[in-house]
């Protein structure tokens, strides 16, 4: 399958405002004046790009404490997830989620989710649904090497295989959960193995790529779309931030900087598709000064916009109650 | 045209005439289409109790069984109601809340308020509670306290078959995740159900007795042990306003407080555990609001703070039943400083 030069451009500037967007969350929080707890995704850009160039309106999506890059694939606006990172009553979650629940139900992205293997079961809900109303829409659930030893992403992936749901599992395995190694957390040499329990294809895709990934994903997509079941996809890098910010990474040895000088999947996408003669780097050097002004215009509107207010408190706990 | 029916067959009912009028609707459980892959009768079992039997012919593809994977199944309701399905997911017993907690309190309860206004949980999770069937500790709890504590979840505890239906038909069609709590002792209960479709709102208790000297405030299958107790209790001469709640979140707060104020004295019986409970609830809600209107300490009369046990005497120990409700009843009648 080839891309069009425009899914390519498309997909280049996704990971470039995903990497744009979390090395300036990275520098603004060091000022102290973002709240909260905050995972960042640098660093595997590819994954969530080339995922969700394969999906489109029909499809959703359930992710993970580290969500930023999800939501910006998935379509969710950078201005109003910056907004919601700092608090205020115009984020995405009007302030009431934060950065580990931004969710944009109309663009199918169902939350970052702050509780680890929170997504794979509402995701097994939202492929149901697909099914039953015969939408040929498909859900992906994102997780990491911690939630692949989560009973609910076992349970889920189960009933996925049972119920021959239009779903794909998503194991982005980082190398970490929290400062503990995935070589030791997870039992078996990789994640994808454990598919073959569960009666579904497992394929294990070097991270850094964004075109193995996209592949990848393609295939699963196009199998679920058919009525083909779901498919387990490990995707693995390395995260180029701690576990949260604030982190002092002691446990880690030197994998970023050799990451990010040898492996990094945007200066692959740039070389491969500039040697091919895909896109030409001037296009490439257009998006990165768009997405330049995109993120410090999100930061200067969510610094200026109004924090919540004391009635927000106690709005929206139900439909009606 | 109502009939004399029992409350499984109320809440089959209610299943069958929704998911009739609505397509929306399915229905999702261990054992709920009952022995998907197995080799006898498809249909075998219908839930554990049967409540769900016969769904399966009527409407082909919506009742789906589930493998004993109550986290995924749990989950997979709430993520299908999030895509406009309208799914009611059975919880065989209320007990199994451990293995699913997450889903329900962290993800649907809180989807709507964390989401900043823009989610619609429209799940119902069928559930059976309670004691009687010596069941033991696993299998006998009334652990809709817990539930109700949570805000985004509302909570409903049907006494007769002919609340079961109406409540159920309303909780379905409610955008809100709706915890319906069914007691196992209720099943083969008979009482009148209009054989039309009906609602009845969540938040409005029913004065199911009145009479003015005690106000007592009940729940569930502690409805029909109050109502025997204030039979006890007009023989000796007490009159007894009985208030069901129906549901203990929304929580009818003017009701109560209503009848407070004319008997100025409360007794709540609750089969659940006393801590953190809604008797201790509705006790706390009474000191706070109608204290002026107090002539009596509030009595409670629930099980007590201990797991349920598996021997029918003491399981029978546990269980509050008649007479403790007519000498608490007693007790704050006769009482004074």
């Not at chain 1, 604030?246 to 491969?272: I, M, P, S, W």
């Not at chain 2, 009742?63 to 995924?72: C, G």
């Not at chain 2, 919880?91 to 964390?114: E, S």
């Not at chain 2, 007490?238 to 100025?264: K, M, N, Q």
Request: glycine share 12%.
């Amino acid at each position: 399958m080839s891309a069009t030069p425009e899914r390519l451009l498309e997909s280049y500037r996704i990971m470039r405002t995903i990497r744009d967007f979390e090395e300036r969350v990275h520098k603004e929080f060091a000022t102290g004046e973002i709240p909260g707890f905050v995972h960042l995704y640098a660093g595997e850009e590819a994954s969530a790009a080339g995922v969700c160039a394969n999906l489109d309106d029909r499809d959703a999506i359930a992710s993970t404490h580290r969500g930023h890059g999800h939501c910006i694939a998935k379509g969710v606006d950078p201005v109003a997830m910056m907004a919601e990172i700092y608090g205020r009553a115009t984020g995405a979650c009007r302030g009431k989620g934060g950065s580990m629940h931004i969710a944009d139900l109309d663009k199918g992205m169902l939350g970052a989710n702050g509780i680890v293997g929170g997504g794979p079961p509402l995701v097994c809900g939202r492929a149901l649904g697909s099914k039953l109303q015969g939408t040929g829409g498909v859900a992906v659930a994102f997780f990491g090497d911690g939630a692949s030893n989560q009973g609910t992403t076992l349970e889920s992936m189960n009933l996925a295989t049972v119920w021959e749901l239009p779903a794909i599992f998503v194991a982005e395995n980082n190398g970490y959960a929290e400062a503990t190694s995935s070589t030791w957390s997870v039992a078996c040499d990789d994640i994808a193995d454990r598919a073959g329990g569960f009666g579904m294809p497992g394929v294990v895709v070097d991270g850094f790529d964004y075109f193995a990934v996209h592949e990848a994903a393609g295939e699963a997509v196009a199998r679920a779309r058919d009525g083909g079941g779901p498919t387990l996809i490990e995707v693995k890098f390395t995260r180029y931030f701690g576990h949260f910010e604030g982190d002092q990474q002691t446990y880690r040895g030197g994998e970023v900087n050799e990451a990010r000088e040898n492996l990094d999947c945007l200066k692959r996408f740039r070389e491969r598709v500039t040697s091919a003669g895909e896109l030409r780097g001037e296009q490439l050097d257009a998006v990165d000064r768009e997405v330049a002004d995109l993120v410090e215009r999100a930061v200067q509107e969510a610094k200026a916009a109004p924090t919540p207010t004391a009635d927000d408190l106690l709005t929206d706990v139900y439909v009606s109650y | 045209m109502a009939r004399t029916i029992t409350m499984r067959e109320a809440i089959n009912e209610a299943l069958s005439q929704e998911m009739g009028r609505d397509e929306r609707v399915i229905v999702m459980g261990e054992d709920n289409a009952g022995g998907a892959g197995s080799p006898g009768d498809a249909d075998a079992w219908g839930g554990v109790l049967g409540v769900t039997k016969g769904l399966y012919h009527r409407y082909p593809g919506r009742v789906l069984d589930t493998p004993i994977s109550e986290s995924a199944f749990i989950g997979a309701a709430i993520g299908a109601a999030t895509s406009g399905m309208r799914p009611v997911a059975e919880l065989m017993f209320i007990d199994f809340m451990g293995v699913c907690f997450d889903q329900i309190f962290n993800q649907a309860a809180k989807f709507r308020y964390m989401f900043g206004g823009k989610a619609v949980t429209p799940a119902t999770i069928r559930t059976m509670y309670g004691g009687g069937f010596r069941a033991a500790a696993q299998h006998s709890q009334s652990l809709y306290p817990i539930f109700t504590h949570i805000p985004g979840l509302k909570v409903v505890t049907p006494s007769t078959p002919y609340d079961a239906k109406g409540l159920l038909v309303t909780a379905i069609r409610d955008d809100d995740p709706v915890i319906f709590c069914e007691h196992k002792a209720l099943y083969d209960i008979t009482g009148d159900v209009p054989e039309d479709l009906y609602t009845i709102p969540l938040g409005e208790a029913e004065v199911v007795r009145e009479g003015g000297d005690v106000t007592i405030v009940t729940l569930g299958r502690m409805v029909h042990t109050v109502l025997e107790a204030a039979e006890q209790l007009a023989s000796a001469g007490v009159a007894a306003d009985v208030i069901d709640l129906r549901t203990t979140s929304p929580l009818d707060e003017d009701t109560i407080l209503e009848s407070v104020e004319g008997t100025g004295r409360v007794v709540v019986v609750d089969e659940a555990t006393p801590r953190c409970g809604i008797a201790a609830d509705i006790a706390s809600l009474v000191a706070s609001k109608a204290f002026g209107s107090l002539q009596a300490p509030v009595e409670l009369v629930t099980a007590p703070h201990t797991p349920v046990p598996f021997s029918d005497v003491l399981e029978d120990l546990y269980v509050p039943d008649a007479q403790r409700v007519v000498n608490a009843a007693k007790a704050v009648t006769s009482w004074s400083r």
